[in-house]
Nanobody, 126 residues
Framework: QVQVAESGGGWVQAGGSLRLSCEVS????????VGWFRQAPGKEREWVGS????????YYADFAKGRFTISRDSAETTVHLQMDSLKPEDTAVYYC???????????????????RGQGTQVTVSS
């Protein structure tokens, strides 16, 4: 089984950028993907995007397209979420999660992921 841990959150003004990292440890041979999710106060957790582990093929929520980029160096076990042109509505706790065993068609659903981190706070001020 794997473990994941997020880092890189913080405070930024609207229009700024932040880069989050998700470090994957443990039995990475079972990895099939990493998903990013976020949860704002009083709102449900929502999917941000996902990356397939071996091919690095990426998928994004509509609000993330053109502003957020998920990447992974094949030599590393770290996945990055580069967030540009940030807006106040992007303020949330961001989580990464590991998908093991097989790729899932419902990869937008956090319930199909096997391991989740504690999250990192992102605050965007107007």
């Amino acid at each position: 089984q794997v473990q994941v841990a997020e880092s890189g959150g913080g405070w930024v003004q609207a229009g700024g950028s932040l880069r989050l990292s998700c470090e994957v440890s443990g039995r990475t041979s079972s990895m099939y993907g990493v998903g990013w999710f976020r949860q704002a106060p009083g709102k449900e957790r929502e999917w941000v995007g996902s990356i397939r582990w071996r091919s690095s093929l990426t998928y994004y929520a509509d609000f993330a397209k053109g502003r957020f980029t998920i990447s992974r160096d094949s030599a590393e076990t770290t996945v990055h979420l580069q967030m540009d042109s940030l807006k106040p509505e992007d303020t949330a706790v961001y989580y990464c999660a590991a998908l093991e065993g097989q790729w899932r068609w419902n990869y937008k659903d956090s319930a199909v992921y096997n391991a989740r981190g504690q999250g990192t706070q992102v605050t965007v001020s107007s």
